[in-house]
């Protein structure tokens, strides 16, 4: 590592304040390049990094082919608990109504994009019969922030402090001069896939972080490059974990890890997030077992309604559009008419049918619009052990009741968890 001495002149001054107009010179951090071969480490980091592993590798097993609904609901997890960080108050079920209807509030309608997005470009690079090129990291960033111009940046930025100045910034990124070189030394590193992924994870999302190689969206592309480093490396095959949800309810310890990145402390950083990853893990795990559970509550609670209705069979049919609307309410849990029709091949009338037995069953709510008309339908107890599970990664994997984190969704009502966990 080197730091390269620069000269700050500020160039558009209006509306700054009188310290951020002052030029001066400033320290840029270069990092080292990357070898795609990884370098031993400590005992304690190879234990760490290690257990997390197992713990990844028993929770994508545990999990299995249903990871397919779980995915939907981790992955918004991690977006949530990203759009909390940037001020934006998105909770599960605005989200979700969002992502159905394609309409709602701009912040919602900016996460559900982000969340495709993501999905698809962690897809696209997760094929590791390819190398990654630049283009491809590029890429992955310019869908995260469609807004910006895409490519790499050609001007200096910096990370925090409290003016619009680097003289005053917490950390100061490479020169633009160096970004081409860094992200492509980056890119033959997480194309290789020897060695434990956890540790090539860690490093290729601290090494992304310190380049910063983009004016924004390196905190999403970056959390999106974990994903890629442990999908091409099979360590994950069912699902995405959002480990970066455990970072932001610790973001001072984050910041200390890569702190001790930059300073060589390789070590350090590597144990820090095998941590946060079998933290992660372990939640996931928590997560489908709670579905699973909920998936019983629901069509019992349904077939206790019928039974008091004195409906035959009280236990619906296999083929009953309700039981079906049920065994995907991880999948959808916000649903409408249409969509039921269409996701189940059935009319309307059927579909409406179904939906108006499982709202007055109370496994279904109504949301309406302003003139109470019917818009949707939600599961919102599926919907609430998103918000847990965030909560739940942001504390330590503890239980939230009397432990609220920091900029997240509140806990979900009482009367809406029922027998769920008391988070």
Known sequence: MVYVDRIWEPQDTFGVSRKDRAGGRYRAFVPDELNPELAPLSA???????????????????????GRFLNH????????????????RVTPKRLAIAELLRQGKPVALDVV??????????????????PIQ???????????????????RTEQNWVGGPGYSPLRADFIPPPETEVGRLVGNLAEFVTATEGNPVVRAAIAHAQFETI???VDGNGRTGRALIHTVLKRADALRNILIPISTVFAGAKNAYIEGLTAYRAERVDEWVIAFSQAAELAAANAVRLADDVQRLDAETLEQ???????QQLSPARPRRDAVALRILGRLATEPVVT???????????????HKALTQLGDAGVLSRNTDHKGRVVCWSA??????????ERSNRVGGADTAGRTPPRGPDTPDRSVLGNLRGD
């Open 44 to 66: 304690a980091a190879e234990r760490a990094a290690q257990d997390a592993l197992q713990a990844l590798t028993r929770a994508d097993e545990r999990v299995g082919t249903n």
């Open 113 to 130: 994009a982000n969340v495709r997005a993501t999905e698809d470009a962690i897809a696209a690079l997760a094929d590791h019969t390819r």
């Open 380 to 389: 919102d107890r599926h919907l609430a052990l998103v918000a847990l599970t």
């Open 337 to 351: 008419t249409d969509s039921v029709a269409a996701a189940h091949g059935v009319s309307n009338v059927a579909a």
């Open 212 to 214: 910063h190689p983009f």
């Open 73 to 88: 609901l981790l992955i918004r997890s991690e977006s949530i608990s990203s759009s909390w960080i940037e001020g934006n």
């Open 134 to 152: 630049v283009a491809d990291i590029e890429a992955l960033q310019h869908t995260i922030e469609p807004s910006l111009t895409l490519g790499i």
């Open 302 to 308: 349904l077939i206790e309604w019928r039974t008091q």
